[in-house]
């Protein structure tokens, strides 16, 4: 059973085009992530939701939204797509590290985005 | 915001050699995690170690954590080519439930 899963897994258009990506976790936990990875393998938090309520948002532009229908999705819809919005999203979750949970978070596969 | 960085960037070793890597941070931590990301792949969780540990063991792994030096080392012994991936280090801090900060990551070649 994939417990973290994104689609599309490869994603190319053209600039200024509007796309979204999609995330489901099947793991019950409570948070959800989107982050940016560049080319040189840098993770960059974006966005994260906690009971589809949006906890951290980082600086990114605002063609970037976010959308939590509910605790097990988060989507990630992109407007007026740039030459440099070119990179690898991932998704992930993680339970809230209390009790005997310790946080650590689970990934999806990525969505590989190529702007044109 | 990024407060890890690890060394070295790149580190090329003969399978059967031990590979160690290191992370260091800045700010006080609750616990800091190692992940390993095969190419094209997601991040795979590894290890954590809480802040008043020192060392953890999982199989072929072993990390210490010195929180007087704001370091960290991952070694993996008698590695395999199947090791080879990129390794990342990230931090919890104290009173942060929700996020975590990253390293840069040690890409990792074993060579067969």
């Known amino acids: 059973d994939t417990a973290v899963s994104q689609t599309p897994k490869y994603l190319v258009t053209q600039m200024g085009n509007d796309k979204s990506i999609k995330c489901e976790q099947n793991?019950?936990?409570?948070?959800m992530y989107w982050y940016k990875q560049d080319s040189k393998k840098f993770l960059k938090i974006m966005f994260s939701?906690?009971?589809?309520?949006?906890?951290i948002n980082e600086t990114v532009p605002n063609r970037f939204s976010p959308k939590s229908p509910d605790k097990a999705h988060l989507n990630l819809h992109i407007n007026s797509l740039e030459l440099g919005d070119s990179a690898v999203y991932f998704c992930?979750?993680?339970?809230?590290?209390?009790?005997?949970?310790?946080?650590?978070?689970?990934f999806g596969p990525g969505t590989r985005l190529t702007v044109t | 915001s990024q407060q890890g960085e690890e060394d070295p960037q790149a580190l090329s070793i003969q399978e059967g050699e031990n590979a160690t890597m290191n992370c260091s941070y800045k700010?006080?931590?609750?616990?800091l995690q190692w992940y390993r990301q095969n190419s094209g792949r997601g991040l795979v969780h590894l290890i954590l170690?809480?802040?008043n540990e020192r060392e953890k063991h999982s199989g072929r792994l072993r990390v210490t954590l010195d929180t007087s030096k704001k370091s960290s080392s991952l070694l993996i012994t008698a590695s395999r080519a199947a090791d080879t991936a990129s390794y990342f280090c990230?931090?919890?801090?104290?009173?942060?439930?929700?996020?975590?900060?990253w390293g840069a990551g040690t890409k990792l070649i074993i060579k067969p």
């Open positions: 990230a931090t919890r801090l104290r009173d942060s439930n929700y996020q975590l900060i």
């Open positions: 700010t006080s931590i609750n616990n």
């Open positions: 170690i809480r802040s």
């Open positions: 793991l019950g936990h409570d948070t």
């Open positions: 939701y906690n009971n589809k309520e949006l906890i």
């Open positions: 992930a979750s993680s339970q809230i590290p209390v009790g005997r949970a310790r946080g650590e978070q689970y």
